[in-house]
């Protein structure tokens, strides 16, 4: 709990006081001395020695009505004032804590003092550690707000903002790893590269905006079609890759199938134009091949997703058909 601090008028009172006592010692004296000069009961004595006793009997009262309690407190408290400092000075020095020595007890001027000292510094002490703790929660703050936007820019930067797949440049930044992980393993590695057939015919017949949702319907079959593990991008206008860790060719030709099927259920009411369909290749890299690179794989299944255009479109190829039919 807070202390008031002293109350100024009461010190002011005192000094009043101590003003007034010395006030009448004074009138006192002066009295004294005025009462021997006018009864003459010195008459008879020397001037000099009659002045001498009348400043001797003043000097007596003024002694009698002298506030000596405020005069030697007042010298009690110089004292005290002296011993604190010292105290203070000492403890200073030796960086020990100054909290025992501010709040003893007394109920005098000093006691005050040392009370006022103690409660400013607490208070000073308390300010400067709501100081600390605000500006660690805005340091918090802004490293969780700095962090976050961050993840946001780089989330940004590594999607398509058409179809909400890795673009290009997440595919550069992922591949490598995705394959060292996979041989590590030894599991194998299965590309699907798709490109939407007729897409320039949708674009040139029916605008723009009709390819963006043939796109955006593909981005988002991509999205809730594939494992966990896989990872789809944009690396073209319409041509896609999907990375498949684990997967065999069987198993890259179903997804395949599956989404190039699903693709085809999408509402088509523009009957002047064909509806769109999706070619895919497939390829694999297994734990048998020697040194595997990524630009391989990645170029293995471009030239099975070509063949499948080459024959007839809207269809699935994998590269050991591919050399299979070569």
Known sequence: MRKHPPNPRARRRRLDLTTTLWFLAGLGG?????????????DQWHPVAEVMAAAALGGLA????????????GSVQRRDIRRLTEHLQERNRKREPLGALLAEA?????????????????????DRLEAQRLRRTMDDSILRETSRATGRLQRE???????????????????????????????????????VDLFKRVNDQLGHAAGDECLAFLGRLLA??????????RIGGDEFLVLMP?????????????????FAQMAWTHTETPRPTLSVGVATLTARDRAPVADDLIRQADEAMYAAKRAGRGRVMTTHELKGAA
């Open 30 to 42: 002066a009295t004294a001395s005025a009462v021997v000069a006018v009864t003459g009961r010195f």
């Open 62 to 73: 003024v002694l009698a009505f002298a506030p000596w309690k405020q005069i030697l407190s």
């Open 106 to 126: 007394g109920d005098d001027d000093v006691a005050e003092l040392r009370r006022a000292i103690h409660e400013a510094l607490s208070l000073a002490a308390a």
């Open 157 to 195: 930067a590594s999607t398509d903002a058409l179809t909400h797949v890795g673009n290009r440049r997440a595919l550069h930044e992922q591949v490598d790893g995705i394959l060292a992980r996979v041989r590590d393993d030894g599991r194998p590695l299965t590309a699907l590269a798709i490109d």
């Open 224 to 233: 809730g079609g594939l494992r966990d593990d896989d990872q789809a991008y």
């Open 246 to 262: 684990g997967a065999t060719s069987d198993v890259g030709r179903r997804v395949g199938e599956r989404i190039s099927s699903l």
